[in-house]
């Protein structure tokens, strides 16, 4: 039986150079921003409000998940999430696909406060708020079945998602200004991943008027065949109890 940990790595930097690179400039700002004690995070965190449009800082949107200010702690959490989960996905989906995943899971709850903001004030996002969740559940949404060991306890991928979510509502509600803010943002972020991950979605352009009825029935089975074989691999002991038939 397979199990991902945080003991050994699933991935190589020839297979994830985006995931690599990403780590790479989180380290690098890290100690620059340590040594400007803080200046460079100024510039680089989120204020997702209405009014941050007035100011043109668009660079903000794609800057904050690297921007964590003294925290070295939530900097490793990040890195250990970014790096076991992202590596997987960016194998599984290639480096274009993840880097857009990436951005997008940070600007996906930022829009939710924008459009609360004139009732909440928004918040400032720094560190990869919404992308903590959204890998997580991207990862849970490709393997459900996947044995994972958190510290020493083995779970499903699946149940892994439930506590990522859980944790991100009331351990890190002040990230967001509040619970109903929280709630609505990190919704929105953990179903733009699942969504992201089950419906294939991809940058190419298709032709014609798509996948037939008899097609989408076709890709519909195959998707429960490979579901039931990630069950009997998940709760296989030894590799040749998955060529048992049943009884």
Do not use: C
């Amino acid at each position: 039986m397979r199990t991902y940990s945080f003991g050994s790595s699933p991935v190589r930097g020839g297979d994830t150079p985006a995931v690599y690179g990403l780590l790479a400039a989180m380290g690098i700002i890290f100690i620059l921003d340590w040594i400007a004690h803080g200046a460079l995070s100024v510039w680089m965190v989120w204020p997702a409000n209405v009014s941050w449009f007035s100011t043109l800082q668009l660079w903000r949107a794609f800057t904050f998940p690297f921007a964590h200010g003294a925290n070295f702690l939530y900097l490793i959490m990040d890195a250990l999430v970014l790096y076991f989960f992202g590596g997987s996905l960016e194998r599984a989906w290639g480096s274009g696909r993840f880097l857009f995943f990436f951005f997008a899971a940070g600007i996906v709850p930022g829009l939710v406060e924008i459009a609360l903001s004139p009732w909440t004030g928004g918040a400032v996002f720094f560190g990869m708020v919404g992308g903590f969740v959204a890998m997580v559940v991207a990862f849970a949404a490709m393997a459900p079945y996947q044995t994972v060991l958190l510290f020493i306890f083995p779970l499903q991928a699946r149940w892994l998602a439930v506590i990522s979510v859980a944790y991100e509502l009331f351990a890190r509600t002040g990230l967001y200004g509040g619970p109903w803010q929280a709630i609505l943002a990190v919704g929105a972020t953990a179903g733009f991943a699942y969504v992201f991950q089950v419906t294939r979605f991809s940058f190419r352009f298709r032709r014609g008027s798509g996948p037939t009825l008899k097609e989408r029935i076709e890709r519909w089975r195959q998707r429960r065949r490979m579901r039931e074989w990630q069950r009997r691999v998940a709760r296989a002991e030894r590799p040749e109890d998955l060529f048992k038939h049943k009884k």
